[in-house]
């Protein structure tokens, strides 16, 4: 129901656009988040948007950097990750808080056991 594609290898310093196309059961009314994993370490929080997309949250390391957005019309979600660094390698992660269209209750978008929907990943590898 998730699928998230884009991923590759770049230089330190260049550019990609993550995409994650979902169904519209899922997408409907669902805040969406990206995560990352590297080998050996948790999961974590990179970026999470509102269904009407006018909230947005970042992890520290990528304000500024990477921008988060998403197409209602076409149940899509998007990461653009500009400035690519080393430790930003990693295995990507698009995720559904499904039917949690805003930031609020006990919802946390930096919370992975806020979201019910996981794609599969998509390997992005930063070199130096």
């Known amino acids: 129901q998730l699928q998230a594609s884009g991923g590759g290898l770049v230089q330190a310093g260049e550019s990609l656009n993550l995409t994650c196309a979902a169904s519209g059961r899922t997408f409907i009314l669902s805040s969406m988040g990206w995560f990352r994993q590297a080998p050996g370490k948790e999961r974590q929080f990179v970026a999470a948007?509102?269904?009407?997309?006018?909230?947005?949250n970042y992890v520290s390391s990528v304000k500024g950097r990477f921008t988060i957005s998403r197409d209602n019309a076409k149940n899509t979600l998007y990461l653009q990750m500009n400035s690519l660094k080393p430790e930003d390698s990693a295995v990507y992660y698009c995720?559904?808080?499904?039917?949690?269209?805003?930031?609020?209750?006990?919802?946390?978008?930096?919370?992975?056991?806020?979201?019910?929907?996981w794609g599969q990943g998509t390997q992005v590898t930063v070199s130096s």
């Open positions: 948007i509102k269904w009407g997309g006018d909230g947005t």
């Open positions: 995720a559904a808080a499904v039917g949690v269209a805003d930031f609020s209750g006990t919802y946390v978008p930096e919370a992975p056991h806020g979201y019910q929907k």
